[in-house]
């Protein structure tokens, strides 16, 4: 409750969602492009995203050449040179992120509030996780009556 950065940097992370909890309180969340709840986080806050998500992309390293052979012959130095690249520049954008102001504070929790709502299990389970299953007993209804 009384962070101003939640940092959920996974390697792996079907659907964690513990990187966006603290997004009720104000935080800015900083997660992972490997976190599975990234594209759910994305498109709750919208084509122009918001400022209490940050999303770390440490899988877009583009090998020279972009093939097979190439990612096969990263050297370690060059995947850490790309991460440290990477962190430096989410650094920054937290640093420029970061209220400053007891007014910029309070619109970083009401925002996060609006977006950790939009998020919560409730919703998962009525507009995701419900109508899938749904889905599926209706496509095996049609396929006995068939």
């Not at 520049?89 to 609006?114: D, H, M």
């Amino acid at each position: 409750m009384g962070s101003d950065v939640e940092f959920g940097q996974s390697i792996y992370e079907p659907f964690g969602i513990a990187q966006v909890e603290a997004l009720s309180f104000g935080s800015i969340c900083v997660m992972s492009s490997a976190c599975g709840c990234r594209f759910f986080a994305e498109k709750v806050a919208g084509p122009k995203g918001s400022p209490n998500l940050i999303v770390a992309d440490y899988c877009s390293y583009k090998a020279s050449p972009d093939t097979i052979d190439g990612y096969k012959t990263l050297k370690r130095e060059q995947r850490e040179a790309f991460a440290e690249t990477v962190a430096e520049q989410v650094a920054q954008e937290i640093v420029s992120r970061l209220p400053k102001t007891a007014e910029e504070k309070a619109a970083f929790i009401r925002r996060g509030y609006e977006l950790a709502h939009r998020m919560s299990w409730d919703v998962i389970a009525r507009d995701y996780f419900l109508p899938a299953i749904e889905g599926t007993f209706a496509s095996r209804r049609e396929m006995a009556h068939a």
